[in-house]
């Protein structure tokens, strides 16, 4: 496994942060969880995401965390992401309530627009509830250098966030054609075979 | 190795899913399967895909999965989706009968068209079985934000199913030119050595 | 851990190194360090790097190393320079003294300037020590091949020099979601949990 | 380490082939060997390659192993590879008996040639032997999507063979800053520190 000799670290804590005048902006994957099957397999039980974090300044270089605001990616919104063009723009909507009672009380909105010279990006995440009839909005201009950074981060943890490194850690350690056979779904064979 | 420590777990699920109105897809990595040789080394048995599976919907967020059907991208077809443009397409076809007495009785060809605005993709599996006199279709539109997952993560699985993370993980521990030496196939030197 | 079994290495040299006329540029990814958290989690002490080491020539194909100059790229300037074109170019300032008293004596600049017809880069380094009145400066050009291996090489460095590849190595080796849910700060599972 | 537990295999062999009907090729990536300094560090010795093997056809699907004729891709080559555009060529001369008696009497030559329809490449390699005046030619047509695989393999393996794999892998497994700079060379600490 990956994990780290002579330590007994449960958490790494190396987010990649984006200080600018208005607001901070740091990004960080978050693995999925797995569940154990009866059959021994391992499934992808919550997804993971590539979390941003968005606090707002409140005097030079100074930032009020207790105002953070998150912003969970999904797989497919940092496929986004990661093919957004220098001169493309997106747009994502959370509710983080869904599904519950309070659904519809908080909304969520994450917005990814290019400059028009192609610079960079202006990356604002405004959070309106209406439980609390609060409003906030945090802007952070990303240039094209820091946009690269999330980026190649951002490929590099996508097949993570998916679990697919599991799927290929996880390789049956035994040697030769029979076994891994025996383990194959019979209804993939066919295919499989071809 | 890359195991889970303190698990035992043989398989780990963790399909990329795009549940559409019409049916699912399905991405996930199957791993070569490895032969020793009596020389001690390993060589590549069966090789690695990427399966497609398309299941049917029934009705609103419900699948048939007993109608689910598979295709397996070879390496190659794999080169071919992540090279695929935003206006581009491929078809491929497969016998899963080939080289048995029912060849060509069961044809499959996959095809992945993209819209004409660079929107996405629509990726189409269709499956003729002359001897059960069936014949299905399966139609999942892909937007690019999906499509760019698949991208990524064939991308990362692509070493993987060739077995190259292999070659890279089987590395001599020992140290040293002259023990690596000791093992270079005499006629690879003259050029290695250059 | 990736540690090499049965070997004792504390470091490993592997620079690319690109010998030209009149000096010569070698890269190398300087791995995080890491300091423990009370909690038992892992956070980012100082931050990676990639460390370009410039030596000048004092004969045909001799350097004189005494007289190298080093440049540390953060993840933000390797991000600049793995999304540079064949047309564009970059440059970045250090001071290596900076918040000190000497502050200012010594800067430090490095250019990347594409050639007018696409086929590689000038790569230069200036030193100005006001405190010993001296000016170096180093030039290489450099090919679009070469350059293109320092744009992969520094790209898979990338995640790593961000501390991100311990983000994923450090996954918890315990199965299932309620293990994984008692380590979720609270405040992030109403974002997650959508 | 990646090494696979239970097995005591010591090389793998998953080579990429492409079979066609005057000639096949095969690629592999060949790992650096590391020298053991007695300060406890390990340097790359040799330098890893991507391997090309070109084998002449003798009939439908057969070949002649024993006229196989090898040729090694150093970074900056394989760096060539990767970046090529779809209607890019390139061309690399090598001579195996560099630097001995017989340097210059026998001259390989690969060239890589984009069809003009983008719809993939020529690959040929060319040997001319002067001591025993022969001269063997292999030309192997590379479809777009087979080169689609040949880059990403190549772009995955290139810090492979670079060794920048181990950079990452041997990374100390103490933790805290103290420990580390203590093996930091002093002379890099002030760009470092900045």
């Known amino acids: 496994s990956f994990s780290v000799k002579g330590t007994s670290a449960d958490y790494v804590y190396a987010p990649f942060r984006i200080y600018k005048g208005r607001a ?6 978050v ?32 930032y009020d965390w207790e105002k953070r605001q998150v912003f969970a990616l999904s797989a497919t919104e940092v496929g986004s992401l990661i093919s957004l063009g220098p001169n493309d723009s997106c747009e994502f909507f959370h509710d983080p ?7 519809g009380q908080v909304r969520k909105s994450l917005s990814i627009k290019s400059h028009a010279d192609g610079s ?56 030769g054609v029979g076994r891994q056979q025996s383990k194959v779904v019979p209804q993939l064979l066919d295919e499989w075979d071809r």
């Open 120 to 175: 960079g990006y202006m990356v604002s995440l405004t959070v309106v509830n209406n439980l609390l009839k609060t409003k906030e909005n945090f802007i952070v201009p990303v240039t094209a250098a820091e946009f690269a950074v999330m980026k190649t981060a951002c490929s590099f943890a996508l097949p993570h966030i998916m679990g697919w490194d599991r799927l290929m850690s996880n390789m049956p350690t035994g040697v």
């Open 97 to 103: 309530s869904m599904q519950s009672s309070n659904a």
């Open 24 to 29: 901070a902006l740091s990004l960080s994957p």
């Open 31 to 62: 693995l999925p969880t797995f569940t154990k099957l009866e059959s021994g397999g391992l499934v992808v039980g919550r997804s993971g995401v590539v979390m941003l974090k968005f606090t707002p300044a409140i005097g030079e270089r100074k």
